[in-house]
C-alpha cells in the first residue's frame, strides 16, 4: 500500500509542480556542500586545507541559522498572505545567486558568500510544509518521503555527474582543473534556473486557475 501510494504521488502534476526546483536546488546544496564543496575552495579559491576545511564547516552552522530562521520567517510572511510557496522560492532563488557570486569570484569575503550558500541553501525545505496540504491528509507521510527520495536522488547526480565533469579536463593527482570546476557550477546553476522558472509558471497558473474560480 505504501508503495502504491507513493507510486501515485509520483503520478501527480501537482507534485511535479514543485518537486523539480527543489530535487535541483536541493540536490546541489547536499551534494556541493558533502562532496565537492572542500575540492572547490582547494583548486579555485586556493584555499590551504585548514582554511578550506573551516568554510565548510561554516557552511554547515550557516545551514542550521538557515533552516530555523527560513521557518520563522516563513511563519511571519504567512500572517502577511505571502504563501509558503513564495518564500521557499525566493530562498532558492537566493541560494542561486550565492552560487552565482561564488562562480564569479566578486571581490567579497569567503565567509560571507559561503555563509549565504549555507543559510539560503535549505529554503527548499519549506515546501515539505506547503506540498502536504495538496494532498488527503492521510498521504501527508507518502509525499513527505516522495520529496525525500527525488532530493536525495538529486544529490546523488549533483555528487556523480560533477565526478564525471571534474574527471572530463585533464587534471593533476591531488586537485581538478579551475575550468572543470566552473563549468560544474554553471550546468548546476542552469538546472535550477530552468526548473525554478517551471516551479513559478505552475504557481502562476494555479493563481490564475483559482482567480477564476472565484469569479465565477
Known sequence: MQLRDIGGIFRSAVFWRTAPFVMASQGV????QGLWAGPYLRDVSQLPAAAAA?????????MVVGAVGSGWLARRLQQRGISLQATA????????????LILLDVPLPGWLLWGMY?????????????????????????????????????????QYGFGL?????????????????????????LVQLVTGVWYYSAQ??????EWHLLKR
Open 89 to 100: 522560492g525566493a530562498g532558492m532563488f537566493l541560494f542561486m545567486l550565492a552560487q552565482l
Open 118 to 158: 549555507g543559510v539560503f541553501g535549505t529554503s527548499g525545505v519549506l515546501t515539505y510544509a506547503s506540498l502536504v496540504r495538496e494532498f488527503p491528509v492521510h498521504l501527508a507521510g507518502r509525499v513527505s518521503t516522495g520529496l525525500t527520495l527525488v532530493i536525495f536522488a538529486g544529490a546523488f547526480v549533483v
Open 54 to 62: 573551516n568554510i565548510v564547516a561554516l557552511v554547515g552552522v550557516a
Open 165 to 189: 565533469l571534474l574527471n572530463a579536463w585533464p587534471h593533476d593527482a591531488g586537485s581538478y582543473a579551475v575550468v572543470a570546476h566552473r563549468a560544474s557550477w554553471a550546468i548546476a546553476l
Open 29 to 32: 546544496f547536499l551534494g556541493v
Open 204 to 209: 502562476l497558473n494555479r493563481v490564475r486557475v
